[in-house]
């Protein structure tokens, strides 16, 4: 069974850092692209990030780039997500998502698993 | 961006009702690509259909999905308890991917 488990969630000031990571198993993890979508208190889905299975070609959403990083380590069969410069509105439930985007992610896919998020919280 | 706009933002229906869900897009979604998700309070998102009308492994028949252009529905032929939820459609046309924001089907 495919399973994705997020961690590194937690209360952080803003302008500071935070690394989450997401453990992956049940599938070939160097084969898929995966995700980060993250989930305010009381709203909707949003995506924040992907990356390609080999690491090629990372994007993102205009509200987090240039201070959040997506990375992998296939040998590992982890997902990371740095965020630096965090703010109020970042505050929300991570989760890493099993992608299906093909191309490098020039053709975006939809998400077949999810984890159960990490909850980060930005607050003084 | 493609705007993802749901409707209506709460349906409050009865066991065994129908259950009728509109995704409509600020611009046409290609090839079909799009999909809906199931959320239940607590848990995380579960992905239903792709490719419009296309159910996910282990989804039941009752979920079916239909549309094209910028018109999508996901119809719930006869509501289960565990059905009580909220849905979410999303696009895969073009980036950045983006989704819609939610319908809440509650218990009437």
């Known amino acids: 069974d495919v399973q994705l488990l997020e961690s590194g969630g937690g209360l952080v000031q803003p302008g500071r850092s935070l690394r989450l990571s997401c453990a992956a198993s049940?599938?070939?993890?160097?084969?898929?692209?995966m995700s980060w979508v993250r989930q305010a208190p009381g709203k909707g889905l949003e995506w924040v990030s992907a990356?390609?299975?080999?690491?090629?070609?990372?994007n993102y959403a205009d509200s987090v780039k240039g201070r959040f990083t997506i990375s992998r380590d296939n040998s590992k069969n982890t997902l990371f997500l740095q965020m630096n410069s965090l703010r109020a509105e970042d505050t929300a439930i991570y989760y890493c998502?099993?992608?299906?985007?093909?191309?490098?992610?020039?053709?975006?896919?939809?998400?077949?698993?999810w984890g159960q998020g990490t909850v980060v919280t930005v607050s003084s | 961006e493609i705007v993802l706009t749901q409707s209506p933002g709460t349906l409050s229906l009865s066991p065994g009702e129908r259950a009728t869900l509109s995704c409509r897009a600020s611009?046409?979604?290609?090839?079909?690509?799009l999909a809906w998700y199931q959320q239940i309070p607590g848990q995380a998102p579960r992905l239903l259909i792709y490719g419009v009308s296309t159910r996910a492994t282990g989804i039941p028949d009752r979920f079916s999905g239909s549309g094209s252009g910028t018109d999508f529905t996901l119809t719930i032929s006869r509501l289960e308890p565990e059905d009580f939820a909220v849905y979410y459609c999303q696009q895969y046309s073009r980036s950045p991917r983006t989704f819609g924001q939610g319908t809440k089907v509650e218990i009437k």
């Open positions: 049940g599938f070939t993890f160097s084969s898929y692209a």
């Open positions: 990356i390609s299975g080999n690491g090629a070609g990372p």
């Open positions: 998502a099993k992608d299906l985007s093909r191309e490098q992610l020039v053709r975006p896919g939809f998400f077949d698993y």
């Open positions: 611009q046409s979604v290609s090839s079909n690509y």
